[in-house]
């Protein structure tokens, strides 16, 4: 996607219940690849929501990412997603099984603090 608000999903999270007590966020990816001189944003959302961007990978070589957001959730039920878009042109956010040679799966966790 090349919109903030309809960004494409990168994971979408099982719902959780939450105590109203602080959490750390904490958004991995392998490797995030933007086209030449472009940028990929990642964001999380709470359902259609914008927490805030985790994020933002620009230039011409792909790196991994790994981004914390503290933040307090309401005690309550929440489903978060991760979500990217991009500049002008298109770029990828890389995920794999693990093994020889593959990159590791990408993943969000919610850690009480």
Do not use: M
């Not at 602080?22 to 001189?37: E, K, L, N, W």
């Not at 709470?46 to 011409?60: C, K, M, N, Y």
């Not at 878009?85 to 093994?99: K, Q």
């Amino acid at each position: 996607s090349a919109t903030e608000a309809t960004g494409t999903t990168v994971i979408t999270c099982a719902a959780h219940v939450f105590d109203g007590s602080p959490v750390c966020a904490h958004f991995y990816s392998g490797q995030i690849a933007p086209d030449t001189g472009d940028f990929i944003v990642v964001n999380l959302f709470e359902s259609t929501t914008q927490i805030g961007r985790l994020g933002i990978v620009q230039g011409t070589v792909a790196t991994g990412l790994s981004a914390w957001l503290r933040f307090t959730p309401t005690a309550a039920s929440h489903t978060y997603v991760v979500t990217a878009f991009r500049g002008s042109v298109n770029g990828t956010i890389l995920a794999g099984a693990g093994g020889t040679g593959a990159l590791v799966p990408s993943f969000i966790r919610f850690t009480k603090v």
